[in-house]
Structures are given as structure tokens and as C-alpha cells.
């Protein structure tokens, strides 16, 4: 690393002045704060998958204003402090004890850049967890009739089951997917999600071992996969032909970094023909295992039980 | 009377000397027998910093770790297991018993009293953090603990955790718990019942208003972190279902628990370090502490604040909405003394005479970079937006510009301050500096761009990545940042290290400061004050030196402040 050791070695070189590292400090909080602004997501969340990840974005954005001004004015005024009431310069201090008015003053400014937050976060709030309906070109789907599970005003609607177990993630698709999925003969995939576009896709999200947390940042916020609980969000892609990158964001393991998820999305039609070739290829793998399970059997290494 | 008996003294004469020898012997067992706030203080300082070391060759084997994509120098298992240790030591060994190491030595001379109100329990304190420290890091040689320091059930349960590590965890938890809720009982007691003549509740100095507050919390907090690892402790050993969903148990109730006591102890590691800079920052601007009572008053409302913002870390977890929605309103309302406190810091600097000491340094870099972390907490209690936030490494840069910046900088202020009045020498102000600024730029550089790697969907506790998404630049600066960082605080340990024989002799009172432990000698003598002045302000030490300047007409010389002080020649050298 030749490069981060002359970066080390200028620094002792800076070293020998206190004013010229403190000159170093700024030419290099300059370039973290300007180079990687051109690198995406510097200053704000990932977006542009679906209208709740959109919406969390231009709140994050609203927050990121506000901070900005009040960054700008404290850190000002503690610059401003240190630079003009140096003993050197501003060699007598004023014995001020305090300033009513004003401590009322900034006390209830701090309190109004709340208010605000909070309203606008009321506001937009329902944009971020109401399902929007389904587009019309959507898939055919079944009317959901849950009452736990938040569902578009229409209620036209695809349910996908996500289950977290240490360490992939399991989608079975479906109404009635958290219940008997085996005997319905709901098709299922691992790790990779497949979806329709301009589907409201509503996710119940369960967990079988421990703590998981379902992400995919461009699709919205994360929620975890609780055992013992069922969790819901949704997320509503516009486009065909992406592929959304997503993976476990609660400590979950030795492997927790090996739980990606990802989430390709394909044209209504692609989606209902994957559907089929999904259940189909199951289908067959399950009946080459029950003639190999029969086959056994037979010969006598496994009973019917299943035990070897 | 003591009062007028020191007023008719030419200069501030100190009134304490040595009661008697020390007996000729080894002196170690004087350590280990002691019963001395002060060396006990010393002591849990001492530790706390072998610790702080630890706990950071943890942090940078992480961050070598991550530097590059795809690295295969730690594996998953010892990633979960470094993770677990850097954080449990760095908040149970070392941030919360560093404060109390200051609150020991410092709480009694500041008040005006002779020692702690137990001394025993004192020294119990100090032996049950120990204990602690080895019952965890003896699992080294078998099996840490890999559930990280909140240890979430079921992970941390018997099924997927089966190793002692995790017991030891628990055990910790319950040693370092006992050791802190001694100390914390025994503060209270101090400060309410021991202190000066004169000393009341509006003349304390702010630091003792934060300790006192400090033990509160830690009375409230503790048993409930308590019962709860005692509860893991049963679901992993004896039988019982507390969190085990599988069984009419619920993960969730872990989670509200752990961060029922977890919150609080936020602010049980932040609040000493507030205290410490509302000692430095009008000491060096030479003005009075700006706002007193707000700033008091801000200390306990967060407290209380503290108690009912703890569900902020469960926005992802399975909760209703208008539970949200209180606890993001909760947390907004705790930003409010925070800001109030800042702001009062500011305004102490405003129109003061400013000594640019090392320890001033560090004090405004705390102001700095906490700025920073306490309006990023301002986004995550926003609960949509902690929905892309939390778990991210959004979040770890978040509580290290607050716990880093609130604790460590506000501990590297206090022991430049402090150093001479703990061993009677001065520290080396350039090579205090000199560590400060190397530590500044190398704690920016690793932790600001970890905003942007939990933006750009970095979740926290990954062992490893892949090239492509967009986080190899980040972590790579991140990593090079923590080596600079690391060796910024190198130098000030070697500063400490070297100044212990070598530094100048500092004197009673180097700084011209402003509270009671600047009335005794460097370091004070066994039974700290022979006389206990009267108290008629929240300054003493300044109403004594302007009654003395008042009576003999001579600006008062003191121990080493002129060497910063711009008023070098209006100075009568005696």
C-alpha cells in the first residue's frame, strides 16, 4: 500500500506543525465531504425500485435540508467562536453568566424544527405504508381477504411469502402461502425472488430459526423476520428487466453476510409462465424423489418411515 | 474559622498536607489494599484504558477485515466473535467504569469531602469490574461470545449459541452490573450527604450534577438489564421458554428489555463526558459556565427523557404504528436539552478569552463532531427513514460520532486536564496536540464515509462483501482512517506514559480553575483538604483567588497556567 503510506508519511511530515495538520484535517474533510459526490448515495438512501423506497427518499431529502442549515449555523457559530475569541485576539472575557431570553429563544427553535419534522413525517407517512393498487396490466390475482395483512384499496394484490432461515431466504408465491403452501403445491424459489411489474406485491415475512431482517434498499425499508411473528410491507416496480440487490441486515450468524436476496423483475406474462415452469419443475423433482424413495423401499434401505 | 483563616494568607496557600506517612512497604499491596478514592480512581483509569486498547486492536482487526472486498484474513465465526467483544468491551469495560474512574477520584475533591461515602464498597466496586473484565476475556482461550453485545434471542439461546462464550456474556453483564450499581449508590450518597460548607444544589459543579444524574440512571437501568440476561441465563440452562417462540416466549420481550436498560446507558456514557466539558470550556474562555442552571436542568431532562425513547431501536421490529410514532416524538424531545447543552457550550465560548490548551482541543472537538451525531440521530428517529437506516452502517457511524466524540474525546479532555492534579506533572501540550489532530482526521475519515456506506445499503456486522455494489472505495478509506485514528491515540498514551516521570511539575493549580480540587496539593495527599473552605458560588477556586487578589493588591501567580496566558505581563512574578 504505497499509496496510504506516503498519505501516513505527509501526515508526519504535517505532524510538525499542529497549525499545518490542522490545515491537513481540512483539505481532507473537504475531499470526503466534495470527491465522492459524484459515487451515488453519498448523502441519500437508495430508491427508484417502488413509490415507498421514492418516499422515504424525499422525506430522508426533507430531513437532510433542515440538518443541513442547522449543521452549517452550530458548527459556524463553534468555528466563528474559536477563531474570534482566541485570547490572543480577544485578550479580556466577558463575565456573562447567562442570557434568559435568548436560552428560551434557541430552546424554542429547537422545539419548532420538531414540529415541522414531525408533521411532514405524518404527511408523508401514508404514502410510505399504504399499498397503492395494482396497475391494469397487472397479473390476474385473487382478492385478498386477510385482515392483518395491509392490502391495496382494490385489493388486487400478489402475495409472496418470505421466510428467513439461517442462511437464504425462502419465497413461496401465493395467496395462503403461510399456511399449507406443500399441499396447495405453491411454487417456491430460494434467494432470487421473481415478481411481475406494476404488481403490488405484499410481503408476509416470518422467520423459522432466528432473528432476520428483510432489505432490499431500492424496494423500500427493511423489516425483520421475527420467529413467532408475521411481518408485512409491499413494494410496486414499474419497470420489467431489473434485478434488485437486498441481504439480511440483522446479525443472524457466522454467515450473515451470505444472505443476499435478490428480486428480478419481469413483464406480467414472463412472471405467469415462470409461475407454471416453477410449479411444473417442482412437481416432477418431487415425483423422481418419491419413485426413488419407493425404489428403496423396495430394496429394503429405507423404510416407510423415512428412517435409513 | 476555616473561612477567614485562608483569606489572611499572602497567597492561595494550600491547606492539606500528608497525615502521615505511608508504612514502608511493597507497594503494590498499598494498590491492591487501598481503600483511597483517589487511587482507586487511578486504578479503574488505568484498566479502563488496558480496555479501551483491547477493544480497539478488535475494532482495527474488523476494519483490516473490510478494507478490501472478498478478504479472507477472518472468518465469519471470528468476525461475530471480534464484533461481540470491540462492543461489549468497549461500552462495559470500558466507557461506563471510565466515567466512574473519574467520578472516584474526582467526585470527593470537587465536593469539598475527604473520600467517598463507602470507601470499602468503593474498592468492591473497582475488584467486581476486574473479575468482569477477565470472566469475559478469559473466553478467548475457548469461545467468545458471537451473538453481538445486544445478544438477541434466539441467536444467543442455547440452540444457536451452545458455547460457554455466551454464559460468560451473561456473567459479565452481571459482574460489571453489580460493580457499576456499588459505584452508583455510592456517588449518590457522596454527593447528596458530603459535601463543603455552603455547597448547595445550585453551587455543585456541573461535572458532580452529571455523575449524580450518571448513578440515577445507572439505578434505574441496571436491574432491568439484570433480570433480563438472568432470564437468558434460564432459557439456555434450566428449562425455562422467556424467549423462545417456539414455546408462548417472545424474542420481542428481549428486545424491549435489553433496550429498556440499553438506552439509558447511552446516556449514562455521555452524560460524565458533558459534565467534563462544562469544567473545561469555561475554565479555558475564562468565563463563568453560561447558563448554569439550563445546563443542569438540560442533564436531568435527559435522563428522564432517557427512560421513554428505548423502542427507537426497535422501528423495524414487529410494533404498531402509534408506537412508532411516540417513540420517534420521544426522541425528538431528547434532542432538544442536548441541543440546549451545546448551545450553552457555544455561548460559554462567545465573547470568553480563549486558552487554546490541548484539553481545550479535544473539548471542541467533541463539540465538533457530536454536532454531527446528534443530527443524524435526528434522522433515525424518523422511523420511515430508520427504516432504511437502521442496521446499516449508517447507524454505526451515528453512535460513533456520538459515543466515540461523547465519551472518548470528552475522556482525552478530561485526563488533559486533569493529569496534573492526578500526578502532579504536566502532560506535553504539543504532542497532546499534535495526537489530537491525527486523531481528528483519522476518526473523520473512518466513520464519515460510513454514513455513506449504510446510504449506499451496507448492513452492519457483514464479515465480508463483494466487489461491485459500491461500498470498496468507502471501506477503504474507512479502514486507512481507523490505522490513522488508532495511532492518534497511541501518542496520547505514550504522552501519558512519558509525562508520569518527566513532565513538568504542574503545581495546585495550573489552569486558574475554577472548582475544589485545585485548592489541595498535585496529587493531593491522602486525606485531600485539611481545611474545607466555605462554598458562595459554583466557583470557589476564582472567589478565592479574587479575595486574596482583592486583600494584597497581587495578581495571583499560579502553578503553570502562564504559559498560556495572553495577560503574560500584568502577571507578578513573586
Not at chain 1, 277 to 306: F, H, K, Y
Not at chain 2, 67 to 87: D, S
Not at chain 2, 137 to 159: M, N
Not at chain 2, 554 to 560: A, F, I, L, S
Request: charged letters at 10%; one cysteine or more.
Amino acid at each position: 500500500m504505497p499509496a496510504a503510506l506516503s498519505v501516513v508519511r505527509s501526515l508526519i511530515r504535517a505532524a510538525r506543525r499542529p497549525r499545518r495538520l490542522a490545515a491537513v484535517a481540512v483539505v481532507l474533510g473537504g475531499c470526503l465531504v466534495f470527491a465522492p459526490v459524484a459515487l451515488a448515495n453519498f448523502f441519500t438512501p437508495k430508491s427508484g425500485g417502488s413509490p415507498n423506497a421514492d418516499n422515504i427518499h424525499s422525506l430522508y431529502q426533507i430531513v437532510l435540508y433542515m440538518a443541513a442549515v442547522v449543521f452549517v449555523g452550530v458548527e459556524g457559530a463553534l468555528l466563528y467562536a474559536v477563531i474570534k475569541f482566541r485570547a490572543k485576539k480577544h485578550p479580556v472575557a466577558e463575565q456573562i453568566h447567562g442570557n434568559t431570553p435568548l436560552e428560551i429563544g434557541w430552546t424554542i427553535g429547537a422545539a419548532a424544527i420538531l414540529v415541522v419534522l414531525t408533521v411532514v413525517t405524518f404527511v408523508k407517512l401514508p404514502s410510505i405504508i399504504d399499498a397503492p393498487n395494482s396497475n391494469a396490466n397487472a397479473i390476474d390475482t385473487v382478492l385478498s381477504a386477510s385482515l392483518t395483512q395491509p392490502t391495496p384499496p382494490s385489493g388486487k394484490e400478489l402475495t409472496i411469502c418470505v421466510q428467513g432461515r439461517q442462511f437464504i431466504w425462502r419465497y413461496v408465491y401465493g395467496a395462503g402461502c403461510n399456511k399449507n403452501y406443500f399441499f396447495t403445491r405453491l411454487p417456491y424459489s430460494f434467494q432470487e425472488m421473481v415478481v411481475p411489474s406494476n404488481t403490488t406485491i405484499d410481503l408476509l415475512i416470518q422467520s423459522s430459526d432466528v432473528i432476520h431482517s428483510w432489505w432490499v434498499p431500492s424496494l423500500g425499508g427493511k423489516v425483520d423476520a421475527v420467529p413467532g411473528y408475521t411481518t408485512y410491507t409491499w413494494f410496486k416496480v414499474p419497470h420489467a428487466g431489473e434485478l434488485y440487490h437486498g441481504q439480511c441486515a440483522q446479525l443472524c450468524g457466522r454467515q450473515h453476510a451470505f444472505m443476499t436476496a435478490l428480486v428480478k423483475v419481469v413483464t406480467p406474462a414472463q412472471y405467469a409462465a415462470w409461475v407454471t415452469r416453477q410449479a411444473t419443475l417442482i412437481r416432477d423433482q418431487n415425483a423422481q424423489v418419491t419413485e426413488l424413495r419407493q425404489a428403496l423401499i423396495n430394496q429394503g434401505s429405507l423404510t416407510s418411515n423415512g428412517i435409513f | 474559622m476555616a473561612t477567614t483563616d485562608y483569606a489572611l494568607r499572602p497567597v492561595p496557600q494550600v491547606l492539606a498536607h500528608e497525615v502521615h506517612k505511608p508504612r514502608e512497604t511493597r507497594k503494590w499491596i498499598d494498590w491492591v489494599t487501598t481503600t483511597d478514592h483517589k487511587k482507586i480512581g487511578i486504578m479503574y483509569l488505568v484498566l479502563t484504558f488496558v480496555f479501551f486498547m483491547l477493544g480497539g486492536v478488535e475494532a482495527l482487526l474488523m476494519r483490516s477485515q473490510l478494507a478490501v472486498p472478498n478478504n479472507t484474513l477472518i472468518t465469519g465465526e471470528h468476525y461475530n466473535e471480534l464484533l461481540t467483544l470491540h462492543g461489549t468491551t468497549m461500552i462495559f469495560l470500558f466507557v461506563v467504569p471510565v466515567m466512574a474512574g473519574f467520578g472516584n477520584y474526582f467526585v470527593p475533591l470537587m465536593i469539598g469531602a475527604r473520600d467517598m461515602a463507602f470507601p470499602r464498597l468503593n474498592a468492591l466496586s473497582f475488584w467486581l469490574l476486574l473479575t468482569g473484565g477477565i470472566v469475559f476475556y478469559a473466553t478467548l482461550f475457548w469461545h467468545p461470545p458471537e451473538a453481538g453485545w445486544w445478544s438477541y434471542p434466539p441467536l444467543s439461546s442455547i440452540q444457536y449459541s451452545p458455547s460457554g462464550g455466551q454464559d460468560a456474556w451473561i456473567f459479565l453483564i452481571h459482574l460489571t452490573g453489580i460493580s457499576s450499581l456499588l459505584g452508583a449508590i455510592n456517588f449518590y450518597v457522596t454527593i447528596v450527604n458530603m459535601r463543603a460548607p455552603g455547597m448547595s444544589w445550585g453551587r455543585i459543579p456541573l461535572f458532580i450534577w452529571t455523575i449524580l444524574i450518571y448513578a440515577v440512571l445507572l439505578i434505574i437501568a441496571l436491574p432491568v438489564v439484570a433480570a433480563a440476561v438472568t432470564m437468558l441465563l434460564t432459557d439456555r440452562h434450566f428449562g425455562t421458554h422467556w424467549f423462545d417462540p417456539t414455546d408462548h416466549g417472545s424474542p420481542v420481550l428481549w428486545e424491549n428489555l435489553f433496550w429498556f436498560f440499553g438506552h439509558p446507558e447511552v446516556y449514562i456514557m455521555i452524560l460524565p463526558g458533558f459534565g467534563i466539558i462544562s469544567e473545561v470550556i469555561p475554565v479555558f474562555s475564562r468565563k463563568p459556565v453560561f447558563g448554569y442552571k439550563a445546563i443542569a436542568a438540560a442533564t436531568i431532562v435527559i435522563a428522564f427523557l432517557a427512560t421513554l425513547v428505548w423502542a427507537h431501536h426497535l422501528f423495524t421490529a414487529p410494533l404498531p404504528i402509534v408506537v412508532l410514532g411516540f417513540f420517534m416524538l420521544s426522541s425528538f424531545l431528547i434532542g432538544i436539552p442536548t441541543g440546549v447543552k451545546i448551545f450553552n457550550w457555544i455561548a460559554t465560548m462567545w465573547r470568553g478569552s480563549l486558552m487554546m490548551t490541548t484539553s481545550m482541543y479535544w473539548a471542541i472537538g467533541f463539540i465538533a463532531i457530536f454536532i454531527i451525531g446528534g443530527i443524524t440521530g435526528i434522522f433515525l428517529a424518523v422511523f420511515p427513514v430508520d427504516w432504511q437506516l437502521n442496521d446499516t452502517y449508517f447507524v454505526v457511524a451515528h453512535f460513533h460520532y456520538v459515543l466515540m466524540g461523547g465519551a472518548v474525546f470528552t475522556v482525552m479532555a478530561g485526563i488533559y486536564y486533569w493529569y496534573p492534579k492526578m500526578t502532579g506533572r504536566l502532560l506535553n501540550e504539543r504532542l497532546g496536540k499534535i495526537s489530537f489532530w491525527v486523531t481528528f482526521i483519522g476518526f473523520n475519515a473512518t466513520f464519515f464515509v460510513q454514513h455513506a456506506l449504510g446510504l449506499s445499503g451496507m448492513p452492519r456486522r457483514i464479515y465480508t462483501y463483494q466487489p461491485g455494489l459500491g461500498w470498496s472505495t468507502y471501506n477503504l478509506i474507512s479502514s486507512i482512517g481507523s490505522y490513522i485514528l488508532g495511532f492518534g491515540i497511541l501518542l496520547s498514551v505514550a504522552n501519558f506514559a512519558t509525562a508520569y516521570k518527566r513532565g513538568k511539575i504542574a503545581g495546585p493549580d495550573p489552569w486558574k480553575a475554577n472548582t475544589l480540587e485545585w485548592f489541595t496539593t498535585s496529587p493531593p495527599p491522602q486525606n485531600n483538604f485539611d481545611t474545607i473552605p466555605r462554598v458562595r458560588s459554583v466557583e470557589p477556586m476564582r472567589d478565592i483567588r479574587r479575595e486574596i487578589e482583592i486583600q494584597t493588591g497581587v495578581r495571583q501567580k499560579t502553578g503553570g497556567a502562564e504559559q498560556f496566558a495572553p495577560d503574560r505581563e500584568q502577571l507578578v512574578r513573586t
